[in-house]
């Protein structure tokens, strides 16, 4: 739960013109609602920034090979902005931690998941944008409870925006 009410800007990157991608008033509603207490709680002002790039297979897979080793193309890359904790009682610091990070995702693959899980396009946009939002505060799913902590936080944000519970499909 927030704190406080959060701005995140987003900087919305689109380099191949893939069509669809959700509006900006709408990614940026989804990060705000991603962000977490102890996040919120770490700003000098109200406001985060988040880079989001949007891309097609080739580029998801050469990222996701060069970065994390693995053939092919990911639904969502996340690249926290890392601040030591240490560093941020340095204002100028602190200011830079406002930007939690930058996302990639892979709008084919957003696509053709929502295609193959039954659920609407958007609501998988949603998804994976939240899903990359926990990530960029430290979040990760590699343990199994950390998994649960974190798809049970997914569930909840993205039921309080209005849409399903995005792991039906594996029932």
């Not at 191949?16 to 609602?33: G, H, K, M, Q, V």
């Not at 560093?87 to 610091?93: H, K």
């Not at 995702?105 to 609407?120: F, M, R, T, Y």
């Amino acid at each position: 739960m927030k704190s406080r009410a959060i701005t995140v800007d987003v900087e919305l990157q689109n380099p191949n013109n893939l069509e669809s991608i959700p509006e900006i008033s709408e990614i940026r509603s989804w990060c705000e609602a991603s962000i977490q207490k102890e996040s919120a709680d770490r700003l000098i002002n109200n406001t985060l920034s988040v880079l989001i790039r949007i891309v097609n297979d080739k580029e998801s897979a050469d990222l996701n090979h060069k970065y994390r080793d693995k053939d092919g193309p990911t639904n969502v890359l996340s690249y926290p902005n890392d601040v030591p904790e240490f560093m941020l009682d340095i204002p100028e610091l602190k200011e830079q931690s406002s930007h939690i990070g930058d996302l990639v995702i892979c709008e084919p693959l957003v696509i053709n998941e929502a295609s193959d899980q039954n659920k609407s396009v958007m609501a998988h946009w949603a998804h994976l944008i939240v899903h990359g939002v926990l990530h960029l505060q430290g979040f990760d799913h590699i343990e199994d409870i950390e998994a649960l902590k974190m798809e049970s936080l997914e569930i909840k944000i993205l039921e309080q925006l209005g849409f399903p519970n995005p792991y039906t499909h594996l029932s």
